[in-house]
Structures are given as C-alpha cells and as structure tokens.
C-alpha cells in the first residue's frame, strides 16, 4: 500500500503545483478586479456613473428661450417654430453658462439653409424645397427670409 | 416594540453597518434620476426625414465622434418600382453634410436615419468577453471605456452596423443615446437638433409619452426584425426594402 | 469600396493575425489528435510521431495567443478575460478552454510520457541544465516500474480526456464566428465542424510533413508503415471535412436566402483567388486526388513519399486559406447585402503581413528548443536504451 502511494507521490506535486496556481489566481481576483464592478450588473459600476457624469454641449431649446423670449415668440408663430435653436446656431451650453464672455457665431446662412432646403427627390412631398441657384440668382437667403420666422404667409417678409 | 437598553446597544453598530451596506449598493447618480424608473427607445418616422444631417452633425459636436466614423448616420434610398429587394442606397459620409440633389427620379425615395438600436437582447453584449459592454436598469446599451479590451467582437456581432472601433482610444465606441443627457432630463442630441421632428425620444416606461399613442395609430417597424433582437428604435413608415 | 456598405462597415474589424490564430490552435487540435490515435485507439503504427506530434502541438500552442494579443486594441487588459469572463461569450469562454487544454492536457501529458526521461537526463547532466531538469521533475525522482505504470495509467486517462478537449478548442473557435447571427456568412451550425475537421486536417498534415523534415535532418530513415497510415487518416479526415464543406455550400446554393447573392458575387470576385483557386482546387481536390492516388493503387516508396509531402503541403496552404476565407471574407460583404470592401494588407505594422510570417515561423524556433530539450528519439542524450522509447 506504502508502496502504491510512493509511486503516485509525484502526481501529488503536480496537484500541488495546480493547487498554488488557483491560489494565485484567486488572490489576483480580488486584488484587481475594480470594486464597483458587479455593482448593477455585469460590469463595472463606475463606468455607468461616468458616463452619466459627462458635461453636456447643447444646451437644449428650453434654455435659450428662457433667456431669449423675443425670438422665442417670433419662432413660436412661424414655420421654423419646432426647429430648435441649435440647429442653427451650433452647440451652446457654454454660452448659456457664461453668456457674457461666450458669444455664438452664426454659421454661413447660406450653406445652412441650403442643407436642410435644397431640393432632393427623396424629400417629403410639401417640404418646402427649392433649387438654390435658380430660386434667389445667387443672392443670400436673408435677403428676401428672415430665419427665425421664414414664411410669407404671416409676415415674415423683410 | 419594547427594547431593553442592551438590545438597542448591540442593534445600533448592526444598523449603522448595515445603512453603510445599503449607501455602497445605491448608485451615486445623477441627482433626481432613477434608473427603473426609465426605460428609453425612439421613434423615428421616415415620413418627416428630410436628410439634412443635423442630426449626424449634432451628435459629433455632442459626442466628440472622430471624422470618418458614424454613432448615427443617414441613408438615402431609391426603390425601383416594385423591386424591393435591390434598392440603391447611398450614404455620403454619413449624410453629415446632406444629400446631393437626387439624380434618379421615379421610383420611391426616401431618406432613413440609423443609430445603435439598443436592443433588448442585444446579440453585442451577449458576446463581449468581460462584460464591458452592458445593459442600464433603463434599456441603453453602454461601453465602458476603460475596460473594453478592443477585441472587436462586439463589432462583428452588431447586425446593424452601429459600432465602430474608435481610432485613439483603441475600444469600441457607438451612440450611447446620449445617457449623460437624458439622465439629466434633456433630450439626445439628435433628437434635439432635428428640425422636422423626425426623430423622437421616447421613454416607454412613461404611461404620458405620446410614443403610446403613436404606436397604437401608426404603423411600425424594427430594421432586421427576423434576428430577435429586441431593438428599440421604431419607424415610422419604413419601407420593406429598407436593409 | 462598391455598392452601398454601412459606414462603419467599410474598414475591416478583423486582420490576417484573427485569419492566424484559428490555423494555429487548429494546427494544435489536428496534431494532438493524431498523437491520441496510438495512445487510445492502440493505432501503434503512428507510434514514431507520438513525441513529435505533441510537441509539436505545445510550439504552436505557445504561439497561438500571440496574434490575438498583437490585435487587441488594449492587450494590456487581456487578463480581464480571466478575471471578470462573461459567461455568456464564447470567446471569454474560450479562454478557460485554452488554458484548460494547455495545462491539465498538453502539458500534464507530455510530463507523464517524458518524466523517466527527464529524470535520467537530470541525473546525467551538470550545472544550469541540471537545474532544469530538475525543477521539470517537480523534484521528484521515483522512476520505479510502479511508478511508470502509474505514469501511464495516468497518460491514457489525460489522453482520453484531451481528445474531446482538443474538440472543444477547435470546436470552440469554430462556434465564436458561428454563432454570430448578424454574419450570414459565418453563422451556419456546420461552423465548428467544419472548422473541427479542417483542423484535424491541417494537423495531421503538418506532423506528416514534421516527420519527413526532421528525419531528412536526422538522416534516419522513415518508416513507412508509420507514414502510409497517417496518410490514410490524413485522407479519410480530408474526406470527411471535404463533405462537411460541400453540405454547407450545397444547403446555401440551394436556399438562396436574402444574404446568397450577395455571397456569391463576393466569392466569384473578392474570394476568387483565395478560395475558388486555392481552397477547392489547389488546396483540397488536388491534395484528396494525390491522396486517394496513393489509397487506390500501389506506387514505389520513394514516389509516395513525393507524394504525400505535396498533399500535405497543398493541404496546409488550402486551410490557411479556408481560414482567411471565413475571416476576411465574412468581413468584405455588407451586412445591408449591398456592397463590398477590399481588405488593406500592409506590410510593416502591427496587423500587418510581416508580423503575421513572423508568428508562422515562430513556433518551428520553439518547437527546436522544444526537441532539444525533451528529444523525441532515442540515441539522443536520453540515457534511456532505444527499445524502450520506441
């Protein structure tokens, strides 16, 4: 009997060694995996926080009419009142934080209001387009449509 | 309930232990937001896209999304007719800058805006190796970027071609339905910078959200419903020959 | 690119070093499967590869997590595949597959058969090779008869185990690409059989060749009862993977679901060189002819020998190929069915061709320190008589 263990002795060292190997292993687990992970599920907890912890760039339309209530108005009665703000004007959040120092700048209209007016086939019928050239002969869109309030039909007319 | 002095002596650092238990377990959110409270899809109605690209442009100033690679994008498509199975679809550079005037008249055209569609069963979390790629309480699918590996699994397994590899920080990246936003009660940058409303944000969860009333008189569709996924990304008029 | 792709679509995801590693551990599974025919199934005539076969096997196994680390986006995070695996993924899942076989199978096995010999070569060396054998001993110098029946009770029991295991590794690989639904062209069930039975092949070729190779260097002679029989599991595998392949193009032709013409176009444009010339033709119907050549009627040794060095080169050219064609092809159609990409191969970067050579011939470096180390043969440093290594 002595005898049969001595001859499986060395398999016994290689139990050990596979022994020490999860010894290790579990040690490395619960020294570095983070400490938020499994937090609120499968995955480290913390990222969730972060991600809900960027800094926003848009302000959102609510902002800009708290402070601008004119346009807001002159919007609210004219064809552009569910385009918000930023669409045209461009990303603002650091302006609305800091108003006085932060100044938007307006984009080139005339690029602008080709992007969302020129005419393409796969536009909804009835949405107004136009072929750029041919409608104003290369004059600014501003000259005949004030942004805010574009249509003719209730005043917009310059 | 009548305490003797002794009890409340050995319940107070058993109640204080526990209280620090509970503080560990409740997330640190944003101020005011519950998670379950939530749960987030859109509605995108082709009807009203007129593929101006504000909404890919928005999300790139939004999301710092490097050139070349798209967290949404927009495609224009041509049916001929009744061939349903071979439209032609183009997408230049997303539609970030909008469309070319459209060359080929006839036929049915239509412009169709993508994204990550945060499926329920999402097949790319089912195969991301350490679990950093996840679901929120509140149904958005998320990418941790300090864990992500960038073994790209997750890329191969989107059917829907939303994610990308993104070029310096070296993990996947994709539309996180702006979650730094509405976790704070603002809408996603897309959604926000849409001048035609064709995109919409929508929290199923919310018995108001005019989504309810919407889907119960419309007619809808998910992209690619044969995979189960679970999107919840729903259109508005999508046509069948829509890839 | 041509047609309409997804945006992100355009830049493949996956590069030649994704197209490595399945023919590498691929490679293994064939290589350890033929080392168990005589361990297990008492195939003795492949007795003179067993060695070779295992060793073989641990250099490539060594190699295999190579190109995947060169691949990841942040290999230093590598580890979290061990530590926080998501169960549901089979790659996280391969992971302790990989490990499982590297350690308790190929390992374990290749100790058991080689501890008399290790320690006969412990006690007749001095100095830092001493040491070695030593600390490859574990230590332990018992190599009574009853140890060694010990031992190979113990080989026969591991054997036994590692044969599914070396199924499971491969098998494994296959099911990471076929269980991907979003991918047509790689989410078919066949997937891990196909890639099971590909692997077997190319492993049996390469330990066929291995052992041509090594007995050329040696200048000993090659017994050719060994080497006719493992060109017939060599052929009867091939057959069997031949068949698997041709179901799984017949079951698409025939079906032709939404994803089919667009397959098509891309095989018989982007793939036509990879896998019409160099998969079907060059790498697997010529290499069955030659083979079933050799299986019909009776040639000269020197002449089947010719022969079956061709087969198996072309085989394992026709593999790699199968393999590049499942990567690389399942990522140049779009998944809108629309249009198609073109694979960038550069030469000197990270993914590139270059490191992808340098890997292919990595494992034959460390499989020389490997033979050097634990020779195969007997006459060589073994200390043991030849009769009873053979």
Known sequence: MSGRFKDSAHLIRVAAVFLLGAVVFVALRAAVIPKSFGQFGPYRGKALLEMQARPVKFAGHDVCEGCHPDVAETKAKGVHAHVNCETCHGAQAKHADDPATVKPVLPEVAKLCVRCHSENIAKPNGFPQVNAAEHSGGQDCKTCHQPHSPGFGSGGKK | ?243 | ?390
């Open chain 3, 1 to 390: 690119m041509e047609g309409f792709m997804y945006p992100n679509e355009v830049e493949l995801q996956w590069s030649v070093l994704i197209v490595l590693y399945p023919f590498l551990t691929g490679l293994v599974a064939g290589a350890f499967i033929l080392a168990s025919l005589e361990r297990v199934f008492r195939v003795e005539e492949v007795k003179p590869t067993y060695r070779l076969a295992l060793l073989t096997a641990l250099a490539f196994l060594i190699v295999a997590p190579m190109p995947l680390q060169l691949h990841l986006g942040h290999p230093e995070r590598s580890l979290e595949m061990y530590l926080t695996p998501h169960r549901a993924s089979a790659m996280a899942m391969f992971g302790f597959v990989y490990m499982w076989y590297l350690m308790a199978v190929l390992l374990l096995e290749i100790w058991l058969d080689y501890r008399r010999d290790i320690v006969l070569m412990a006690q007749a060396s001095t100095g830092a090779k001493r040491l070695l054998y030593k600390l490859l001993s574990l230590g332990s110098d018992n190599i009574s008869e009853g140890a060694l029946r010990v031992d190979d009770r113990a080989g026969w029991i591991i054997t036994l185990i590692g044969i599914p295991s070396a199924f499971m590794l491969h098998g494994y690989v296959g099911f990471i690409f076929g269980s991907v639904k979003a991918n047509p062209w790689w989410s078919t069930p066949l997937m891990p059989v196909v890639f099971l039975f590909s692997a077997m092949v190319s492993g049996i070729a390469l330990v066929l060749l291995m052992y041509m190779v090594t007995s050329l260097l040696r200048r000993a002679p090659i017994d050719m009862r060994c080497l006719d029989t493992i060109a017939k599991y060599l052929f009867y595998t091939f057959v069997i993977d031949f068949t698997m392949e041709m179901l799984d193009l017949i079951h698409r032709i025939y079906e032709a679901d939404e994803s089919f013409r667009s397959l098509d176009f891309m095989v018989h444009t982007r793939l036509f060189l990879s896998q019409i010339v160099l998969q079907i033709f060059v790498g697997t119907l010529a290499p069955l002819a030659l083979l079933a050549l050799t299986q019909l009627m009776k040639f000269p040794e020197i002449v089947r020998k010719r022969m079956y060095a061709v087969a198996a080169t072309l085989t394992i050219i026709g593999i790699f190929a199968m393999r590049w064609n499942v990567v690389i092809g399942g990522q140049l159609f779009s998944k809108s069915f629309l249009g198609y990409t073109t694979y960038k191969l550069e030469f000197i970067t990270r993914e590139g061709l270059l490191p992808a050579i340098v890997l292919m011939i990595l494992p034959f470096f460390i499989l020389y320190v490997l033979i050097k180390v634990l020779p195969p043969w007997h006459g060589e440093n073994t200390g043991a008589t030849p009769a009873e290594t053979d």
């Open chain 2, 1 to 243: 309930m009548n305490l003797t002095r002794r009890q409340v002596l050995l319940l107070l650092p058993a109640a204080a232990a526990a209280w620090e238990f509970v503080k560990a377990g409740t997330p640190d959110q944003a101020p005011n937001y519950n998670m379950d409270e939530h749960w987030w899809g859109m509605l995108l109605d082709i009807t009203k896209c007129i593929g101006c690209g504000s909404c890919v442009r928005a999300c790139a100033t939004e999301n710092d999304v490097p050139d070349g690679y798209f967290r949404t994008w927009v495609e224009q498509y041509h049916r001929e007719d009744w061939h349903i199975e071979a439209p032609v679809v183009s997408s230049p550079d997303g539609g970030k800058n909008g469309f070319p005037p459209g060359k080929v008249a006839g036929g049915k055209n239509f412009f169709v805006p993508k994204m990550c569609n945060h499926c329920v069963d999402s097949p790319c979390t089912q195969v991301c190796p350490v679990g950093a790629t996840y679901h929120t309480a509140d149904g958005v699918v998320l990418v941790d970027y300090e864990y992500c590996l960038g073994c790209r699994y997750c890329i191969q397994a989107c059917p829907y071609g939303c994610r990308f590899f993104h070029p310096t920080k070296h993990t996947a990246d994709k539309c996180t339905l702006c979650y730094h936003r509405i976790s704070k009660g603002l809408t996603t940058a897309c959604c926000e910078n849409c001048p035609t409303g064709a995109r919409q944000l929508a929290d199923l969860k919310n018995p108001k959200d005019p989504i309810h009333e919407f889907l119960k008189t419309h007619t809808v569709q998910v992209l690619k419903p044969h995979l189960a996924t679970g999107s919840k990304m729903f259109y508005n008029g999508l046509d069948g020959s829509v890839r």
